[in-house]
């Protein structure tokens, strides 16, 4: 049983939907020396999210980005935690509703994906500071 | 410590909300072998996704399909990507909504489910085909 | 190796999100034996949802509600599963919506949340029972 544990970071982005399987995996080149188990991938804030999605047209993060603005408004009237801005309680919202983390079992020392599979950074914030990820790898050993 | 790791192919279905604890537990026989652990269930597409929820009424999961097209349209003025027709981009949004994996403990050698507990594959597309998962289960031998 | 597996009850909380930590990680006192690990909080039920959020504002989740109360309304015309009343199908959605099950990593002996990260039960019935977590952590030994 082997167990990898690491922080990364993401850089900041724009407010909306990112393609960042690259950037988080080369920074676990120890992902390797696992055969058979699981990563684990936490985002460690509450106004972003982490999700699986397809890995190709831009144009999907673009509509991913314009139908969460739809589905969770600004500016709602009952919305009484307004002191951080508009964009900042309908981050908090979308963050619950694509979840703060994924699990993705590695199969033959890689992620096992399917072929259109990749991991979205869902930025909600208007100005967004780098974000920290906890990575959680375990399993047995190559 | 003990690793179980295999795909599981699910049979196509028709749009909507499906009820397959069955389907999906009788293709891994060996999770018998673990009396304490977590099987981990992973869809590898983007637009299927998977969910537990209730295991009784057919009209749960007609309600979840109604309310679903409801909170997703197709054929927004904002959606961009279209090519694959009406039903693939919600079908994407839908996906990431709901997730694409399932944890769920394992104790005394059976999935440790509430009494109403049952797994959905929930199908999105209109004419989909067999869809895979990669169940990984790990734990303390029976 | 260590495995810890228990059983959590809730006091049955109003409908509304609900900041838990606390009353989580205090029937929990294991968990200090693992210094790296995974703790997975499992609810056993199919209309209250477990989910991480912000963890100061008490405006915040009352937000939450009012939203999802939105977003899921209650007497929608398409709704046919209506015998146990008008709160009873938007729980089953909302609960799907938020997910049923978290996955935590441990670092040094310690969640590894973020600063404003808390645990909410998201509760959606309006007579709700106390609610059973089925917790499982496993990881290195301290």
């Known amino acids: ?3 990898i544990q690491q922080h990364v970071t993401l850089e900041a982005k724009p407010r909306g939907f990112h393609l960042v399987t690259g950037e ?5 080149p120890d992902l390797e020396r696992i055969q058979t188990g699981i990563v684990h991938l936490f985002i460690q804030h509450t106004s972003a999210a982490l999700t699986l999605n397809e890995n190709a047209s831009p144009a999907v993060r673009g509509d991913f980005e314009r139908h969460f603005n739809e589905m969770v408004p600004e500016n709602q ?6 002191l951080e801005g508009p964009d900042d309680m309908p981050a908090h919202i979308k963050a619950s509703l694509l979840g703060n983390h994924l699990s ?7 992620l096992a994906f399917g072929t259109w599979q990749g ?5 909600h914030r208007n100005h967004a500071k780098p974000r920290t990820l906890v ?4 399993g047995e050993r190559a």
């Open 1 to 3: 049983m082997h167990w």
């Open 24 to 28: 988080v995996m080369r920074q676990v």
């Open 77 to 82: 009237p009952y919305y009484e935690h307004t």
């Open 104 to 110: 993705i079992p590695i199969a033959d020392g890689e």
């Open 119 to 123: 991991i979205y950074l869902c930025e």
């Open 135 to 138: 990575v959680t790898a375990y």
